[in-house]
Antibody
């Protein structure tokens, strides 16, 4: 059973870099699936940040692309999110997720989420 | 980028009633690459439906999805107390993945 768990600082100062890690257990990060980051500002909806494949191939939300880097560490079976030049608008619950969809198949696994507040 | 618009924003219903949630896409979605999620307070989303009408594993049959092209619907046939939550539609055909703004089903 795949489990995901996010970790990282809960408080980040404006203009600095938000860094989070998602540890994958119960499966290899080298499995043929995309690994995602999704965030949710307080009281608002879900926003897809981006995804990474174990090869290192990434796709990002165009609205965040200039500030986001997602990377994978196969030796540690985890993937990471870096978001630079943060502002208060980046305050959110950040989720890592495995979202698997095929023509006749759909499955999701989410981490519990981690709250990140951007404040001085 | 496909923009998803959900309506209504809030639905006030009683247990046992039928809930009908709408999701409209800004352009036609090929192969019905549309999913629905349920999210309860302080919890991660949970996949209910994928490919517009296929229930995910373990999802009760009171949840059903329908639609094609640009118009999709999630129906909850008889609301149970645990169904009062926020529901999101999601496009996953290609990146960027996008979510609708959400629809809250609240107890009347």
């Amino acid at each position: 059973q795949v489990q995901l768990k996010e970790s990282g600082p809960g408080l980040v100062k404006p203009s600095e870099t938000l860094s989070l890690t998602c540890v994958v257990s119960g499966a290899s990060i080298s499995s043929p699936h995309w690994w995602n980051w999704v965030r949710q500002p307080p009281g608002k909806g879900l926003e897809w940040i981006g995804e990474i494949y174990h090869s290192g191939t990434t796709h990002y939300n165009p609205s965040l692309k200039s500030r986001v880097t997602i990377s994978v560490d196969k030796s540690k079976n985890h993937f990471s999110l870096n978001l630079n030049s943060v502002t208060a608008a980046d305050t959110a619950v950040y989720y890592c997720a495995q979202l698997v969809f095929d023509l006749d198949y759909g499955m999701d696994v989410w981490g519990q989420g981690t709250t990140v507040t951007v404040s001085s | 980028e496909i923009v998803l618009t959900q309506s209504p924003g809030t639905l006030s219903l009683s247990p046992g009633e039928r809930a009908t949630l709408s999701c409209r896409a800004s352009q036609s979605i090929t192969r019905n690459y549309l999913a629905w999620y349920q999210q309860k307070p302080a919890q991660a989303p949970r996949l209910l439906v994928y490919a517009a009408s296929s229930r995910a594993t373990g999802i009760p049959d009171r949840f059903s999805g329908s639609g094609s092209g640009t118009d999709f619907t999630l129906t909850i046939s008889r609301l149970e107390p645990e169904d009062f939550a926020v529901y999101y539609c999601q496009y996953y055909g290609r990146t960027p993945l996008t979510f609708g703004g959400g629809a809250k089903v609240e107890i009347k």
